[in-house]
């Protein structure tokens, strides 16, 4: 095998290196995105997302039990383009503010899954960190 051969070679093998290389950075848009607090066009494109994902399920989301309910709320934010348990982090993060209605509206879709559930209910639902974040906002939210 001569040289050139051999630089040809190895070209081939870099090149599925590279391949891999460029694909890396399309990882990042796998990553839990939080939905932007405070930010009115979001909570339109929820809303829009709301009703969409809605008329994918048979039954409302006020009828279904806790842990429907939290599936249709992470799909919700899903579809448009979020995540629920990074909005739920960063909201709890930022401190929500009482007299911004915004803020009201996105903790009333972030708070659907456990409307009228009791603590141990709250703590079969979600994580640790999750539930830490819940009662952060809810503290700043009074």
Request: a negative charge.
């Amino acid at each position: 095998m001569n040289t050139r051969e051999s630089g040809s070679i190895s070209r081939l093998q870099f090149l599925p290196l590279l391949l891999l290389l460029l694909s890396l950075p399309g990882c990042d848009n796998d990553s839990p995105k939080p939905a932007p607090i405070g930010d009115h066009a979001v909570l339109v494109q929820l809303a829009e997302s709301y009703r969409s994902v809605a008329q994918q399920y048979p039954v409302q989301p006020a009828s279904m039990r806790p842990a429907g309910k939290k599936q249709f709320v992470e799909e919700v934010f899903k579809n448009a383009g979020y995540s629920f348990s990074a909005t739920l982090m960063a909201f709890a993060t930022k401190g929500a503010d009482a007299n911004s209605q915004d803020h009201r509206d996105l903790a009333e879709l972030l708070f659907l899954p456990h409307q009228g559930l009791g603590e141990t209910g709250l703590a079969t639902m979600y994580t640790g960190d999750e539930l830490a974040a819940i009662k952060a906002i809810q503290a700043s939210l009074k």
